[in-house]
């Protein structure tokens, strides 16, 4: 069955970095679409930036300059860079596979910006 496994999250200070891992299974990931999504307290889930399975990358505008978002094929793996971190960025970072009619997500990996 396909799984996904966020890990990377963390407290980090406003102006610092972190790098969220997302391992996929249970599907043939180099041939899919992958995205990151967050959810802040009371917001609703928003897409950060997504990624094709040839590479080509997207990103919400709130991130775009700060965030990178790749894949590692090999490791069936995609990563979210995030750097010049905002306590505005504080939310549960999702990694997100659309399969079909379905809608894939991971459990989650908490992201907190504060000093």
């Known amino acids: 069955q396909v799984q996904l496994v966020e890990s990377g999250g963390g407290l980090v200070q406003p102006g610092g970095s972190l790098r969220l891992s997302c391992v996929a299974s249970?599907?043939?990931?180099?041939?899919?679409?992958m995205g990151w999504y967050r959810q802040a307290p009371g917001k609703q889930r928003e897409l950060v930036a997504d990624i094709t399975s040839g590479g080509s990358t997207n990103y919400a505008d709130f991130v775009k300059g700060r965030f990178t978002i790749s894949r590692d094929n090999a490791k069936n793996t995609v990563y979210l860079q995030m750097n010049s971190l905002k306590p505005e960025d504080t939310a549960v970072y999702y990694c997100?596979?659309?399969?079909?009619?379905?809608?894939?997500w991971g459990k989650g990996t908490l992201v907190t910006v504060s000093s």
């Open positions: 997100n596979v659309p399969i079909g009619a379905m809608d894939y």
């Open positions: 249970g599907f043939t990931f180099s041939s899919h679409y």
